[in-house]
């Protein structure tokens, strides 16, 4: 059972930046491929980039520049950091991985975190 936990959420002011963590464990931390997504209140959830079990990185278009998506293998964790956070960015961030891939990126996701929520303030 693959079980990942966010953390990091909070209340922020536009401007500041945040560091999500996203712990994962019931799998060889290395086999993963781990993205991140958002979902706004009353919006789909959206794709905000992906992280290889090498460091590959790919981003959804709207979130590079300042999103940067990392992962530190011995701690078995995956990162999503923001800066010059905005309005709307608030919405609950959720890791994921896929159980498996064929593509790059890849296209579905089996495991979620429960989310952690982002709150900016303007």
């Known amino acids: 059972q693959v079980q990942l936990v966010e953390s990091g959420g909070g209340l922020v002011q536009a401007g500041d930046s945040l560091s999500l963590s996203c712990a994962a464990s019931?799998?060889?931390?290395?086999?993963?491929?781990m993205g991140w997504f958002r979902q706004a209140p009353g919006k789909e959830r959206e794709f905000v980039g992906v992280?290889?079990?090498?460091?590959?990185?790919y981003y959804a278009d709207a979130m590079e520049g300042r999103f940067t998506i990392s992962r530190d293998n011995a701690k078995n964790t995956v990162y999503l950091q923001m800066s010059d956070l905005k309005p709307e960015d608030t919405a609950v961030y959720y890791c994921?991985?896929?159980?498996?891939?064929?593509?790059?990126?890849?296209?579905?996701?089996?495991?979620w975190g429960q989310g952690t929520q982002v709150t900016v303030s303007s």
């Open positions: 019931g799998r060889t931390f290395t086999d993963y491929v």
């Open positions: 992280v290889n079990r090498g460091g590959l990185l």
């Open positions: 994921a991985a896929p159980f498996s891939w064929r593509s790059w990126p890849p296209v579905t996701y089996d495991y």
